[in-house]
């Protein structure tokens, strides 16, 4: 072979070696996007879910062994009200995924003020979408809270087939009572002075939401000020959950995945409301209901370091959490109570 037969032939070997690493490496793509492997890499960007339209989502990645938890908003959560609670999972290893949804956060500043009710249906079709483009395939590990419970609810409603296990933090269940004792009476009190009236029950409901929100969120909830965009997007968000059924959505998910979270000092939902929420549980599907004491709704916040370890506790598959018990917890002391046995378990 001439010189330059053998360099022309050296030169197609590394062609043809080059061609098959980079197929491999495409191949190798595919199969791990395929089997819904993590990404390795942190992120914070806008992921598609339909044409021009994008979530905002921040993922950090797990250690070894450990697993990822997927965050649901509150209602006027953003991805950032989770920092507490998100530092102390990343201390044990656990992965998080967290997106700010149709009307919170990155995602409402980047596309403008809600002037429309946000539905929930909607919020879990961007759910499984951002999975989708992120390549998540399976069963994945959710935690909600309160507004994000309801998406919880309505994802196992719509999807439970990629719900592995459900960490539902003082869900919503139904809407506010004093809030919504107010609204009705002033519907009634509107019919009365004017029986002529043009708008119906649900046209007049959502008029008095919204002034409601308006005259009381601001002091129960001042971070809705913190952006023009925020506070009627309150109302829009609470707009489109107030009628969604959660009692019926309860009851489809899946076997032993629901872990409920009550707090005991919740100014927001009151227990017996979570406790009805609890019981339209099917049983099989009932995992663990604890309730922590000396804890308000915003239990990431209020007890971060103790709600870590609770969450690992669970995605540990402990099976003293998986058996349907109801457990009474003490974050001061990071232990928690088994009640019918009272077997005590101490968190690390």
């Not at 609810?153 to 869900?171: K, Q, Y």
């Not at 919504?180 to 939401?209: C, G, H, V």
């Not at 129960?220 to 829009?236: D, M, N, Q, T």
């Amino acid at each position: 072979m001439f010189k330059s037969d053998r360099a022309l032939a050296g030169k197609f070997s590394k062609t043809i070696s080059a061609t098959v690493l980079a197929l491999g490496v495409c191949i190798l793509s595919v199969t791990a996007s395929a089997a819904g492997v993590w990404p390795r890499e942190a992120f914070k960007q806008f992921v598609d879910v339909q044409k021009n339209y994008k979530i905002y989502t921040e993922y950090l990645p797990a250690s070894a062994g450990q697993k990822t938890v997927i965050l649901l908003n509150g209602l006027t959560y953003s991805t950032r009200q989770w920092d507490q609670y998100i530092e102390q999972l990343q201390k044990r290893g656990v992965g998080v995924l967290a997106m700010d949804f149709k009307g919170q956060g990155q995602t409402l500043y980047k596309y403008g003020p809600a002037l429309d009710r946000i539905n929930l249906d909607d919020q879990v079709v961007d759910l499984v979408a951002v999975l989708k483009t992120l390549g998540l395939t399976g069963k994945h590990c959710f935690v909600g809270l309160s507004y994000g419970g309801g998406v919880l609810g309505a994802l196992a409603n719509a999807h439970p087939e990629v719900i592995e296990t459900a960490i539902s933090i003082a869900s919503f269940v139904r809407p506010l009572q004093g809030q919504d004792i107010t609204i009705r009476s002033q519907i009634l009190a509107t019919k009365l002075m004017n029986p002529l009236y043009p708008w119906n029950d649900d046209e007049l409901y959502d008029f008095y939401l919204r002034q409601n929100v308006y005259a009381t969120y601001p002091y129960a909830e001042p971070i809705v000020l913190e952006h023009p965009y925020r506070l009627e997007a309150a109302f829009r968000l609470a707009q489109g959950i107030r009628k969604f059924p959660s009692l019926e959505a309860a009851k489809s998910f899946p076997k032993a995945s629901l872990h409920l979270i009550i707090a005991n000092d919740d100014e927001y939902v009151p227990r017996v409301d979570l406790e009805d929420y609890w019981l339209a549980v099917p049983e099989e599907a009932r995992a663990s209901k604890l309730l922590i004491m000396d804890s308000k709704h915003k239990v990431p916040e209020t007890v971060p370091e103790f709600a870590a370890a609770w969450t690992e506790l669970i995605l540990h598959n402990d099976s003293r959490v998986q058996s349907g018990h109801a457990i009474t917890a003490y974050p001061k002391e990071m232990k928690v109570i088994i009640d019918d046995s009272q077997e005590v378990i101490q968190l690390q």
